[in-house]
């Protein structure tokens, strides 16, 4: 059974920074795309970051770009979203995915996290 499991959420001041971890277990995912998304209050699911396991590969969204930086560890099976430089607007619950091949869209992701909540002030 696939198992996707965040943490390191919680509330931040603007202008700081948050790590989060999603820990993957119950399959191999070589030739999976690894992603993270986000859900903001009353809007849809969106594209965060992704990372392809296999290749380290990295694509960002455009609103976090220069921001956020994507990785993975393949010894521990976890992949890492650093939130740097957080502003009100990154206020949302971020969700660890994985699918493939690589898409910005979650209908590709076959398996979710079950979320983590992040809420920077202002």
């Known amino acids: 059974q696939v198992q996707l499991v965040e943490s390191g959420g919680g509330l931040v001041q603007a202008g700081g920074s948050l790590r989060l971890s999603c820990v993957a277990s119950?399959?191999?995912?070589?030739?999976?795309?690894m992603g993270w998304f986000r859900q903001a209050p009353e809007k849809e699911r969106a594209f965060a970051a992704a990372?392809?396991?296999?290749?380290?590969?990295?694509y960002y969204a455009d609103s976090v770009k220069g921001r956020f930086t994507i990785s993975r560890d393949k010894a521990k099976n976890t992949v890492y979203l650093q939130m740097n430089s957080l502003k009100p607007e990154d206020t949302a619950a971020y969700y660890c995915?994985?699918?493939?091949?690589?898409?910005?869209?979650?209908?590709?992701?076959?398996?979710w996290g079950q979320g983590t909540p992040v809420t920077v002030s202002s």
């Open positions: 995915a994985a699918g493939r091949p690589l898409s910005y869209s979650t209908g590709q992701y076959a398996y």
């Open positions: 990372i392809t396991w296999s290749g380290g590969n990295t």
């Open positions: 119950g399959r191999t995912f070589s030739g999976y795309t």
